[in-house]
């Protein structure tokens, strides 16, 4: 059972432009989302988090967009660079406690 | 520097083997995990200790067993190994348990059971 869900395996774009990666969640009581990127080779490493009392959280080119009545998040990144190509992957986490569900991720490509 | 270590980044072993790979935080963070990333690509966590106290023990075959001497290392040792062991397991720490405290991982280790 998957509670979140990344449904698009890989994503490309243009250096200079908008990069939007979406994340579905099933579980409702997921009340905190973060997002990872991911090297080759490498562990995840933390990005950009955001809690259900926000609908939108901002850090330099990265913004996070959450949309609870749709179970939605997105991550935004403006402008993107060649730099940025990875696997992001979203993760959720509960009140009950801190362990984090993740998704399948995303490849982002960004193309120079 | 790194700040979460694994050794072995690579593990190649037959099936029915015991091995162990080892985690090492010089955060000094109070919390590590273990997860695994198997061939479908989905991070699942395993296990984790706080302050060498295991807090979270997901639904994993009795043939994984985590130890935690101190609270800097996570060693993660594996009994008779069977096919689908193969993944990639990482470690992560963090400052402790509270949620806007994230984690950080390790590189890796690639498990191939022949």
């Known amino acids: 059972d998957q509670q979140v869900k990344q449904n698009s395996p890989s994503l490309s774009v243009q250096e200079g432009r908008i990069s939007i990666l979406n994340c579905d969640y099933t579980?409702?009581?997921?009340?905190?989302f973060l997002w990872y990127k991911k090297y080759p080779a490498e562990g995840p490493t933390f990005l950009i988090s955001?809690?259900?009392?926000?609908d939108k959280n901002e850090d330099g080119r990265f913004t996070v967009f959450l949309n609870k009545s749709a179970k939605h998040l997105s991550l935004h990144i403006v402008p993107s660079q060649p730099g940025d190509s990875a696997v992001y992957f979203c993760?959720?986490?509960?009140?009950?406690?801190?362990?984090?569900?993740f998704g399948k991720g995303t490849l982002l490509t960004v193309n120079p | 520097d790194t700040a979460v270590s694994q050794t072995p980044k690579y593990l190649v072993t037959q099936m029915g083997n015991d091995k162990s790979i080892k985690c090492e935080q010089n955060?000094?963070?109070?919390?590590m995990y273990w997860y695994k990333q198997d061939s479908k690509k989905f991070l699942k966590i395993m296990f984790s200790?706080?302050?060498?106290?295991?807090?979270i023990n997901e639904t994993v075959p009795n043939r994984f067993s985590p130890k935690s001497p101190d609270k800097a290392h996570l060693n993660l040792h594996i009994n008779s190994l069977e096919l689908g062991d193969s993944a990639v397991y990482f470690c992560?720490?963090?400052?402790?348990?509270?949620?806007?405290?994230?984690?950080?991982f390790g590189d890796g280790t690639r498990l191939s059971i022949l």
């Open positions: 992560a720490s963090s400052p402790g348990t509270g949620r806007n405290q994230p984690q950080h």
């Open positions: 579980n409702s009581m997921f009340d905190y």
């Open positions: 955001i809690s259900s009392i926000k």
């Open positions: 993760a959720a986490s509960d009140g009950s406690n801190y362990k984090l569900t």
């Open positions: 955060l000094g963070h109070d919390t």
């Open positions: 200790y706080n302050n060498k106290e295991l807090i």
